[in-house]
C-alpha cells in the first residue's frame, strides 16, 4: 500500500518531485532514476526529485527505510532525515526518523557513509559498518555506538527485533503496522523492556498474546482499532 503524487517543477526552474507516502499498515519499494533502491516502512514519507541533477542527489524522509546507494562517481546521495545529514557514494544503510519516536537513528550495513547534524554539516563522522549514529531530540547532540545492522533492518526481512527495548517503543511500532491505538492504564508499564524477534505476518492478536506470556501485562481490544494495556 502506497500514495504518491508529483510536484511540478518551480517558477525558478527547480525539477519536479515526487512525494511518497507508505501509510499505516503498509510498506512500498521504489527504485529512484539514478538506480538507488529504497524499502519504506510503514508511515513514512519519501520526497525526491523525477530526475535528479547536478552534483548531489538529495531526498527527505519522515518515517523508516533501507537505502541501496547505487554508486555514481562525484555525486554524492545525501538523506535529510530527523534532523541527521547521511551522505554516501555507494552503500546501504537503514534510517529510522518517526516523529513519534525519541530519537532518529542511521544504521550503516555495508560501505561508508558521513554523518551529522542538518544544521551543522562542517561537523561530521564516518560511520563504519556495524556503526550507528543517534540522535536523542531532547538533547540534539549526536551519538555513535556498535549496533547490529541485521537487527535495525529486520522489518525489511519481515520481522520485529527487539534487543532491550521498552514497551512504550514496541507499541509505537505495532501501531504503525498494524493501524492500531495503544492506550495504556498506567504509563509506568511503558518503561518495561523486551527482547525476542516476532513475525511481522502474524496477527497482532498473536503477537500480542507472546508477550502477555511473560505476565507483565495484558492486552485487551475494544473494538478493531483500540488495544487497552492493563
Known amino acids: 500500500m502506497y500514495s504518491g503524487q508529483n510536484k511540478a517543477a518551480a517558477p525558478n526552474g527547480k525539477a519536479a518531485s515526487n512525494l511518497l507516502k507508505a501509510p499505516r499498515g503498509g510498506e512500498f519499494f521504489v527504485e529512484l532514476s539514478d538506480g538507488t533502491r529504497v524499502w519504506l516502512n510503514a508511515e513514512t ?7 535528479f541533477t547536478g552534483g548531489e542527489r538529495r531526498v527527505q524522509l519522515t518515517g523508516e527505510a533501507y537505502f541501496e546507494v547505487a554508486k555514481k562517481e562525484g555525486q554524492v546521495f545525501t538523506v ?7 551522505e554516501a557514494l ?7 526518523a518517526y516523529g513519534s519516536e525519541s530519537a532518529s537513528a542511521v544504521t550503516l550495513v555495508e560501505g561508508a557513509v558521513k554523518v551529522s547534524l542538518t544544521k551543522d554539516p562542517e561537523a561530521f563522522r564516518i560511520l563504519a559498518p556495524g556503526e550507528q549514529s543517534l540522535l536523542e ?12 545492522p541485521a537487527m535495525s ?14 514497551l512504550e ?6 501501531s504503525r503496522w498494524y493501524d492500531v491505538d495503544f492506550k495504556l492504564e498506567d504509563h509506568r508499564v511503558g518503561a518495561l ?4 524477534d516476532l513475525d511481522r505476518k502474524a496477527p497482532l492478536r498473536n503477537v500480542l498474546h507472546l508477550i502477555e506470556e511473560t505476565n507483565e501485562i495484558q ?3 475494544v473494538g478493531n482499532q483500540t488495544v487497552l494495556v492493563k
Open 45 to 51: 514519507e519519501l520526497n525526491y526529485p523525477v530526475r
Open 80 to 86: 535529510l532525515a530527523g534532523g541527521q545529514r547521511i
Open 90 to 96: 555507494g552503500t546501504a544503510f537503514n534510517v529510522s
Open 137 to 148: 531530540k531532547g538533547s540534539g547532540s549526536l551519538v555513535f555506538r556498535k549496533a547490529d
Open 153 to 166: 533492518s529486520s522489518w525489511k526481512n519481515g520481522l520485529f527485533s527487539f534487543k532491550d527495548a521498552t
Open 169 to 174: 517503543h514496541m507499541l509505537n511500532v505495532f
Open 193 to 196: 523492556k523486551f527482547s525476542g
Open 219 to 221: 492486552f485487551e481490544f
